[in-house]
């Protein structure tokens, strides 16, 4: 069984889509290359070329980019304008990502709203990203049900073919959308749009309080699409994405390592470990973007004489244990497992090409700091200063925020919440004036520089592949008759991720 490649094979072979990426990555957080400029350029590249695979629906980059063309003549017939945000609900389909894209398109930022939310949950998440309206898949009325909405005006998008949405105060915009030209938008829409500011709001619960909206900017979302290049993936290749659209994983890192290979994406509904591998045979997929949990879930169905029989090249994700791993990779045959580390708003992370098992890489610019577990606090030393982990101990870790750097992939652009973004700045880390990004994770680095992530940190814990906040489900139970007061905290469930 193929373990992986070393680091630099790696780049070595992808050195050709690299250099012609490198002015995208290159640009400056003022210039005026924004996503919707990307999407245009692929467009013309693959035209007809599929993208999107979902169910029996098979959308060609020439469909996609009239439906988002659709949507974004939309938002402009019903006001909206460069630099205003509409909430965006709908689980996996064919229309999402063509719906964010149109946006994007006409400057306006998608605020992607996690589906398991309900009532009061999704007003916050309105209200800390600024959305000045909410645009709905039918299937998730249940959860606006109950929300105060006041004057926000809903709209509804129900999927190709089905009966009409019947939303209570919603508006069903299929018979608009219908009668939109599907032309490219004229670019001088979003001309105040800069390569540096949001393309578009995804949600994190961080390590304290209610979920955060994270500024997600252009550049971020474009150099995505180098990673399909990383990976392997060739032009027409389908990579499946069995995650939510709504998070970076799935929304982010499937669709754009697709887009930048000119590859496609096949979008299942929902994850399910009974039909998981039938998806991977059906749309003969070259890679999988997965999460741990998807992978112990795998792992302890029943054998199947078939496990083995597929196409795949790799599988490229986050949190899958050790422990998980080597039985994973053997008992399906998976040649490369490149597992990483991450998250939406930070500016430090790392991805493993070799292989070594349960290791996220290694990770440059990254700083890993002593942590007391008990006093929840940063370790100092007799003089005040910070204390750096050696080899084989867990601490914090951290990113360099460059001062005065333009390079916007190592800049941390935070929060809608200007509070919330500095509370997550370290200062006079290393020497007076510097700045440091604080993850919330604790990790451990080996003596050959690779790193394991050890434990999240803070008022929050994973479960599902969810990171959930203590403070909302505290909040949730207190709101039941006889509750006076709720603590939550996390604990280590036997068998489960997180």
């Not at 994190?204 to 252009?218: D, E, R, V």
């Not at 180098?226 to 709504?246: I, Q, R, T, W």
């Not at 096949?266 to 973007?289: L, N, T």
């Not at 490369?336 to 090409?353: D, K, L, P, S």
Request: overall charge neutral.
């Amino acid at each position: 069984m193929k373990r992986g490649r070393s680091e630099w094979s790696v780049y070595l072979s992808a050195v050709g889509p690299i250099l012609k990426a490198l002015p995208l990555l290159r640009l400056r957080a003022d210039s005026r290359h924004t996503i919707a400029d990307y999407i245009e350029r692929q467009v013309a590249k693959y035209a007809d070329l599929p993208f999107i695979l979902f169910e029996d629906r098979r959308i060609t980059y020439r469909e996609y980019n009239a439906m988002a063309n659709r949507i974004a003549h939309w938002g402009l017939s019903v006001g909206l304008k460069a630099g205003d945000t509409i909430g965006f609900m709908m689980e996996n389909r064919a229309e999402y990502v063509p719906v964010w894209s149109g946006f994007s398109k006409i400057g306006v930022k998608a605020a992607l709203i996690n589906t398991n939310l309900v009532g009061a949950s999704v007003v916050h998440a309105l209200e800390v990203a600024g959305a000045e309206r909410l645009l709905l898949g039918p299937e998730c009325a249940p959860n606006v049900a109950d929300a105060a909405l006041s004057n926000l005006p809903v709209y509804v998008l129900p999927e190709e073919g089905a009966a009409d949405a019947g939303v209570p105060g919603a508006e069903d915009i299929r018979r608009a959308l219908a009668e939109q030209p599907d032309s490219d938008p004229d670019a001088a829409l979003r001309a105040s749009v800069c390569t540096g500011d949001s393309a578009f709001h995804i949600y994190t619960s961080g390590t304290t309080g209610l979920p955060k909206a994270t500024n997600f900017n252009h550049q971020k979302l474009m150099a995505g699409g180098v990673s399909g290049a990383l990976l392997g993936l060739g032009k027409g290749e389908v990579v499946y994405c069995p995650l939510p659209l709504y998070h970076s994983a799935g929304g982010i890192g499937a669709v754009m390592i697709a887009m930048g290979a000119g590859g496609a994406v096949a979008v299942a509904r929902e994850f399910s470990a009974s039909r998981f591998w039938d998806d991977v045979r059906r749309y003969d997929a070259k890679g999988v973007i997965y999460i741990g949990e998807l992978c112990r879930f795998l792992l302890n169905r029943p054998p199947d004489p078939r496990d083995g029989e597929h196409g795949l090249r790799w599988m490229f994700g986050i949190g899958l244990r050790a422990d998980v791993w080597e039985p994973f990779q053997e008992r399906f045959r998976i040649p490369r497992i490149v597992e990483g580390y991450g998250a939406t708003e930070a500016n430090v992370g790392g991805v493993n090409f070799s292989g070594k098992v349960g290791s996220v890489g290694k990770i440059r610019g990254g700083l890993l700091l002593r942590y007391d577990i008990e006093r929840d606090e940063l370790v100092r030393d007799a003089k005040g200063r910070y204390v750096e982990c050696g080899p084989g101990e867990a601490g914090e870790l951290l990113g360099r925020i460059p001062a005065g750097s333009k390079r916007m992939l190592r800049q941390f652009q935070g929060y809608t919440d200007p509070e919330a973004t500095e509370r997550k700045i370290l200062r006079d880390v290393k020497k007076p004036g510097d700045a440091y990004f604080r993850s919330g994770d604790l990790l451990r680095r080996d003596d050959k520089g690779y790193y394991y992530f050890v434990d999240r940190i803070g008022d929050t814990f994973r479960w599902k592949g969810e990171n959930v906040s203590t403070q909302e489900v505290a909040e949730a139970l207190s709101a039941f008759p006889g509750v006076e007061t709720a603590n939550v905290y996390g604990v280590e469930v036997p068998g489960q991720e997180g």
